[in-house]
């Protein structure tokens, strides 16, 4: 499996490590409240079993360290696309 | 205070192996600092390094040479290049410091990697086999940088000539780098 890396180019898969859904970017920022244990829950442990195009966080830890977000196909493989995690994390005013 | 004298050693202790086509030799001259860029600096960093040593920051997986050709800069991350030059004595980073007169952060690496150089007219041949990125001589020009990973090895590799490749893995993975060249070279050759 190719990943396109935005800054490298075409890389091995080898070179990376998986992590899972890009929902982990999203954790809950209400820990003081009292809602926040329900919320947490479904951060740690509800995930969707997608058949199709999946976001997924990878981590090139044998290239520059980067964390991108590829959105994959988890029936064919097939990627459709690949961002730097850092600019959808910024996208969605997370991060500084 | 104590009678000792600490005398460096490089990673390798200065292999060198000559093959029918193919030189395989520890780098032993140069030095490697990372130059770390603050947030929204990169224009800032880059034309002080210009007025003090012609230097321009390069592209994403390529290298910039100062004027006097002694730096070379390699870009392999955004936000950082790395600087490989020519140096002997103990305080590369100092010395590239005062010489860069930039405000970024430094910090000495040299120390921490073995660098080998493969070179001759097989070089290619003998890279091709271990290296799983693609070292075409169209696709990657002499100047070209890349990280990549070769026997399961994080290796750094750089073509420094038309023939000659300068391959960086830590300093711990030297041998096992070494060995993994030795035995491409045997199945080339």
Same mark, same amino acid.
């Given at each position: 499996?190719?990943?396109?890396?935005?800054?490298?180019?075409?890389?091995?898969?080898?070179?990376?490590?998986?992590?899972?859904?890009?929902?982990?970017?999203?954790?809950?920022?209400?820990?003081?409240?009292?809602?926040?244990?329900?919320?947490?829950?479904?951060?740690?442990?509800?995930?969707?079993?997608?058949?199709?195009?999946?976001?997924?966080?990878?981590?090139?830890?044998?290239?520059?360290?980067?964390?991108?977000?590829?959105?994959?196909?988890?029936?064919?493989?097939?990627?459709?696309?690949?961002?730097?995690?850092?600019?959808?994390?910024?996208?969605?005013?997370?991060?500084? | 205070?104590?009678?000792?004298?600490?005398?460096?050693?490089?990673?390798?202790?200065?292999?060198?192996?000559?093959?029918?086509?193919?030189?395989?030799?520890?780098?032993?001259?140069?030095?490697?600092?990372?130059?770390?860029?603050?947030?929204?600096?990169?224009?800032?960093?880059?034309?002080?390094?210009?007025?003090?040593?012609?230097?321009?920051?390069?592209?994403?997986?390529?290298?910039?040479?100062?004027?006097?050709?002694?730096?070379?800069?390699?870009?392999?991350?955004?936000?950082?290049?790395?600087?490989?030059?020519?140096?002997?004595?103990?305080?590369?980073?100092?010395?590239?410091?005062?010489?860069?007169?930039?405000?970024?952060?430094?910090?000495?690496?040299?120390?921490?990697?073995?660098?080998?150089?493969?070179?001759?007219?097989?070089?290619?041949?003998?890279?091709?086999?271990?290296?799983?990125?693609?070292?075409?001589?169209?696709?990657?020009?002499?100047?070209?940088?890349?990280?990549?990973?070769?026997?399961? #090895?994080?290796? #750094?590799?750089?073509?420094?000539?038309?023939?000659?490749?300068?391959?960086?893995?830590?300093?711990?993975?030297?041998?096992?780098?070494?060995?993994?060249?030795?035995?491409?070279?045997?199945?080339?050759?």
């Amino acid at each position: 499996m190719i990943i396109n890396h935005p800054l490298l180019g075409p890389r091995d898969s080898e070179e990376f490590v998986y992590l899972g859904s890009t929902d982990l970017i999203d954790r809950p920022t209400n820990w003081e409240e009292d809602a926040s244990s329900e919320d947490f829950y479904q951060y740690q442990y509800i995930r969707d079993n997608i058949a199709g195009n999946h976001r997924e966080l990878w981590y090139h830890e044998q290239g520059d360290q980067s964390w991108l977000v590829v959105t994959r196909n988890t029936i064919t493989h097939e990627i459709t696309n690949v961002e730097l995690a850092q600019d959808v994390s910024r996208a969605m005013g997370r991060g500084k | 205070m104590s009678d000792y004298i600490l005398e460096k050693e490089s990673a390798l202790e200065g292999a060198e192996h000559e093959f029918n086509g193919v030189n395989v030799s520890e780098v032993t001259d140069k030095s490697l600092v990372m130059v770390a860029i603050p947030r929204g600096t990169l224009a800032d960093v880059e034309s002080a390094i210009k007025k003090s040593c012609g230097l321009s920051i390069p592209k994403m997986e390529q290298s910039t040479e100062s004027s006097d050709s002694s730096i070379t800069l390699w870009r392999l991350q955004n936000s950082q290049v790395l600087a490989y030059f020519s140096y002997d004595g103990d305080d590369s980073e100092s010395y590239l410091k005062s010489k860069f007169n930039a405000s970024a952060y430094f910090t000495d690496q040299s120390d921490t990697w073995a660098m080998i150089r493969v070179n001759g007219p097989k070089s290619r041949e003998v890279l091709e086999r271990i290296c799983p990125i693609n070292i075409d001589p169209e696709v990657f020009p002499v100047g070209s940088v890349s990280r990549t990973v070769m026997e399961h #090895i994080g290796t #750094i590799i750089f073509r420094d000539g038309d023939d000659s490749y300068v391959l960086l893995t830590m300093r711990s993975f030297g041998r096992s780098m070494l060995h993994a060249i030795e035995v491409s070279v045997k199945n080339v050759l």
